[in-house]
Nanobody, 116 residues
């Protein structure tokens, strides 16, 4: 059974930082592209960042470019999202995701709130 478990969310002031983690089990982690998504209240879920199997390719949505950094540790089956210079508009539930040829796998999400 594939499981993705996020952690590291919380409440932070504007300009602050958080690091999210997503631990994956039930598949060969190092063979999968990993992504982070987020969903703000009243909005559709949006893609935030992705990292390929060995980290050779990394992409970000424009709104987080230069502030967020995705990374992975294949020995720990974990993908990270380092979030710096956080803004109120970054407030959302953050999800990690991967996919096989036939299925999408999502975590349960972790809440990030940026507020003074």
């Amino acid at each position: 059974q594939v499981q993705l478990v996020e952690s590291g969310g919380g409440t932070v002031q504007p300009g602050g930082s958080l690091r999210l983690s997503c631990v994956v089990s039930g598949l060969k982690f190092g063979e999968y592209v990993m992504s982070w998504f987020r969903q703000a209240p009243g909005k559709e879920r949006e893609w935030v960042a992705l990292i390929t199997q060995t980290g050779g390719v990394i992409r970000y949505t424009d709104s987080v470019q230069g502030r967020f950094r995705i990374s992975r540790d294949n020995d720990r089956n974990t993908v990270y999202l380092q979030m710096n210079s956080l803004k109120p508009e970054d407030t959302a539930v953050y999800y990690c995701k991967t996919q096989s040829a036939s299925d999408d796998y999502w975590g349960q999400g972790t809440q990030v709130t940026v507020a003074s």
